[in-house]
């Protein structure tokens, strides 16, 4: 894991951090919400760590949800949301830390369709404490689409 630098900050993310996406794998494949997780296109050299999430923890009008995550050697990551409906609409939104011209460095894309972007301030970088808080949203989530 590469510890985020807050004094100068890369132009881009550098490249992905294999031993970070497996540490979050290991952490997802033990969450009760993830039914699988999977490495693309392996794990010995990934670009993109995908967990699918219990279908019957949602009510049935979400046909799938998942998480896809990017962690780069820079600190900069994309946490990336999506519920897929059986009206053929998504509902999604992310977590984002990377060079933009839109927003700060840290900033989240708003449901329910990313587009909109606000500034983000977490309480740390660390991809464990990152991990918990874009779970506890989920979990969040999870509670607002069974009231509503």
């Known amino acids: 894991m590469t510890p985020p630098d807050s004094e100068s900050p890369p132009d881009s993310t550098g490249p992905l951090d294999r031993q970070t996406l497996q540490l979050l794998e290991r952490q997802l ?9 999977a490495l693309d296109p392996d794990s010995y050299e990934p670009r993109l760590l995908s967990a699918s999430l219990e279908q019957d ?3 049935k009008s979400i046909a799938a949800a998942r998480v896809d995550i990017r962690w780069f ?3 900069d990551f994309t946490f990336h949301y999506i519920e897929d409906h059986d009206d053929g609409d998504q509902w999604e939104c ?5 060079p933009n011209t839109h927003n700060s460095r840290l900033h989240f894309h708003q449901p329910p369709t990313a587009t909109q972007v606000t500034d983000l301030d977490l309480p740390s970088l660390h991809p464990l404490e990152v991990y918990s808080t874009v779970l506890t949203a989920i979990e969040q989530r999870l ?3 069974w009231s509503e």
Do not use: G, Q
Not at 29 to 37: G, K, Q
Not at 94 to 98: F, G, I, L, N
């Open 73 to 75: 050697t820079t600190a």
């Open 143 to 145: 509670e607002k689409v």
């Open 29 to 37: 494949a033990s969450d009760p919400l993830v039914a699988t997780t």
């Open 57 to 59: 923890r949602y009510p």
């Open 94 to 98: 992310r977590w984002d830390r990377h």
